[in-house]
């Protein structure tokens, strides 16, 4: 934008200077402060009060709303602006002294000082712009005329003789500070877009600030980090030569065994040629005086300890014992590791009475809830569940790694997991898993069910603890359930983006689920 059109925006009509402490009326014109007042003083007592731009007239005494934005547009377009003597620009007139310039007069060609501008003529066709050097680009290249006009079919800038006489006869043409303004209100949409997303921009990048210095915090420091994977590297070192020293002894004892077999294989073979022999021979003095014929009859000479010893190496787990060993020692390679980088517990769980239906009975310490037969006649609240016999918790998480672990043997239906707290409360999508707005594991009918939006997923394998751990970890959008046996076993996890807080969700069918906590280490 030209200068000379960024100062004329930059104007106050009243003083015809560029604003100070501007201020807008509702209809959107702006003036400066104290000019306006002075204007509205003067319509005290006419009956009303009216807009000195577009004269819209107001009941009462307009209220003056402060225009920041304009006064720090005001204020840097002054603290840009070079000294006219800087600028190289000085009055033609003035020709001993070579005053600076203040406008320059695009019709005379010639630049004017303050004294000279006030003698100046003030007929329209003197076209009067900031003090410039270069009055020719102000004029057209072709009918050296000044360009007055805008020519929207070619989007260019003419003067009167082109659109009389020109290549743009017979087009559209509008003023110049009509297309200015058209053009500014384009920019300014523009600009709004732009300030829109540079403002969503920011948002995210505070967003991922705030996240990278959690996940800093959650790793420690590089230190920390370079020894835990040096200790890792160590262990795994061990781990190794522990499955390799497995697989060679366990290949060293079969070499053994089939040695000592095929000794033994050699010795009966032994056996049964002299026993040919004996019964090949004609003297039955010579058979009957063989003196060693009863260690040649022996035939269960260490059977049973051969038969053990081969059993026992055909089934001792070959490759699965190989695989075992290797599973726990990275089952305690991860026990280490949590060690060094805990899982955030989670404050202790207490079940919400409010949200209880009148199937369930919640114990005194709020860490038991029952199904009963009898209606509790609990008192209606919007948060109470209706139909489906469940509770929340009266905690919610709406950050961090938390975790807790829930008793599930004392009921052979139910269902754990997690809910938005703007989960309906009444009907069948009020039940946990059947939504978009929980996420459970169910038990009924001896199957273990996970469950999303209705969206099933049968568990081939049975919880064998009877206890089941619930991971939450809200910035990655993760919820994972596990089974307590010896060594904790993975189930499922789901992976979602959180929008809302999120609250531990229970669901009895019969019998009774304990929440037992969760501040353990993992």
């Given at each position: 934008m030209a200068s000379a059109d960024l100062r004329a925006e930059l104007e106050?009509?009243?003083?015809?200077?560029?604003?100070?402490?501007?201020?807008?009326?509702r209809c959107g014109h702006n003036f400066c402060r104290v000019c306006i007042d002075r204007v509205l003083d003067t319509q005290e007592g006419s009956g009303g009060y009216s807009c000195p731009e577009c004269r819209e007239k107001f009941p009462d005494r307009p209220a003056l709303q402060r225009n920041i934005t304009l006064r720090n547009i005001a204020e840097t377009f002054l603290s840009a602006q070079p000294d006219q003597e800087e600028s190289g620009v000085f009055c033609t007139y003035c020709v001993d002294s070579r005053l600076p310039a203040v406008r320059s007069c695009l019709h005379c060609e010639v630049s004017l000082c303050d004294k000279h501008l006030?003698?100046?003529?003030?007929?329209?066709?003197?076209?009067?712009?900031?003090?410039?050097?270069?009055?020719?680009?102000?004029?057209?290249?072709?009918?050296?005329?000044?360009?007055?006009?805008?020519?929207?079919?070619?989007?260019?800038?003419?003067?009167?003789?082109?659109?009389?006489i020109g290549e743009h006869k017979g087009h559209e043409m509008i003023s110049l500070d009509e297309a200015s303004e058209k053009?500014?209100?384009?920019?300014?949409?523009?600009?709004?877009?732009?300030?829109?997303?540079?403002?969503?921009?920011?948002?995210?990048?505070?967003?991922?600030?705030?996240?990278?210095?959690?996940?800093?915090?959650?790793?420690?420091?590089?230190?920390?980090?370079?020894?835990?994977?040096?200790?890792?590297?160590?262990?795994?070192?061990?781990?190794?030569?522990?499955?390799?020293?497995?697989?060679?002894?366990?290949?060293?004892?079969?070499?053994?065994?089939?040695?000592?077999?095929?000794?033994?294989?050699?010795?009966?073979?032994?056996?049964?040629?002299?026993?040919?022999?004996?019964c090949n021979m004609t003297d039955p003095l010579t058979v009957l005086q063989e003196s060693d014929t009863g260690d040649l009859c022996?035939?269960?000479?260490?059977?049973?300890?051969?038969?053990?010893?081969h059993e026992e190496l055909l089934h001792d787990g070959g490759g699965l014992g190989v695989a075992g060993v290797l599973h726990t020692g990275l089952s305690d390679i991860i026990r280490e590791v949590n060690v060094y980088f805990p899982i955030q517990g989670a404050a202790d769980i207490l079940l919400d009475g409010n949200t209880a239906s009148n199937d369930l009975q919640i114990s005194d310490d709020r860490k038991t809830?029952?199904?009963?037969?009898?209606?509790?006649?609990?008192?209606?609240?919007?948060?109470?569940?209706?139909?489906?016999?469940?509770?929340?918790?009266?905690?919610?998480?709406?950050?961090?790694?938390?975790?807790?672990?829930?008793?599930?043997?004392?009921?052979?239906?139910?269902?754990?997991?997690?809910?938005?707290?703007?989960?309906?409360?009444?009907?069948?999508?009020?039940?946990?898993?059947?939504?978009?707005?929980?996420?459970?594991?169910?038990?009924?009918?001896?199957?273990?069910?996970?469950?999303?939006?209705?969206?099933?997923?049968?568990?081939?394998?049975?919880?064998?603890?009877?206890?089941?751990?619930?991971?939450?970890?809200?910035?990655?959008?993760?919820?994972?359930?596990?089974?307590?046996?010896?060594?904790?076993?993975?189930l499922y996890t789901f992976t979602t983006t959180f929008t809302e807080p999120l609250h531990v969700g229970i669901y009895v069918g019969r019998g009774c689920i304990k929440i037992c906590g969760g501040n353990q280490e993992m």
């Open positions: 106050c009509s009243i003083c015809l200077n560029i604003y100070t402490d501007p201020v807008t009326l006030r003698v100046h003529k003030k007929s329209p066709e003197h076209v009067l712009c900031d003090p410039t050097l270069s009055m020719e680009s102000r004029k057209c290249s072709v009918h050296k005329k000044i360009l007055e006009y805008y020519c929207t079919e070619d989007k260019t800038c003419i003067c009167m003789s082109c659109y009389a053009k500014k209100t384009t920019l300014r949409n523009v600009l709004q877009k732009h300030l829109t997303k540079r403002e969503e921009t920011e948002e995210r990048v505070q967003s991922l600030q705030e996240h990278r210095r959690k996940v800093e915090e959650a790793a420690g420091d590089t230190e920390r980090v370079t020894d835990l994977f040096r200790d890792l590297r160590r262990r795994l070192e061990d781990l190794e030569k522990r499955v390799l020293r497995e697989i060679s002894g366990r290949a060293e004892r079969i070499s053994i065994s089939i040695r000592d077999l095929e000794i033994k294989k050699e010795e009966l073979s032994r056996k049964m040629r002299h026993i040919e022999e004996l022996d035939t269960e000479d260490g059977d049973n300890e051969d038969r053990e010893r809830v029952s199904w009963s037969d009898i209606d509790q006649n609990y008192p209606e609240t919007p948060e109470r569940f209706q139909c489906s016999p469940q509770v929340l918790s009266s905690q919610s998480f709406s950050s961090g790694r938390h975790y807790w672990d829930v008793d599930v043997e004392g009921s052979r239906i139910w269902t754990v997991g997690m809910c938005y707290p703007s989960i309906e409360r009444k009907g069948e999508e009020s039940a946990i898993g059947y939504n978009n707005k929980s996420w459970g594991l169910n038990m009924s009918c001896d199957e273990h069910i996970l469950i999303h939006d209705s969206d099933e997923t049968f568990l081939v394998d049975d919880i064998f603890s009877k206890r089941v751990r619930i991971d939450l970890d809200y910035e990655a959008g993760r919820i994972s359930f596990s089974d307590l046996c010896d060594p904790i076993r993975h």
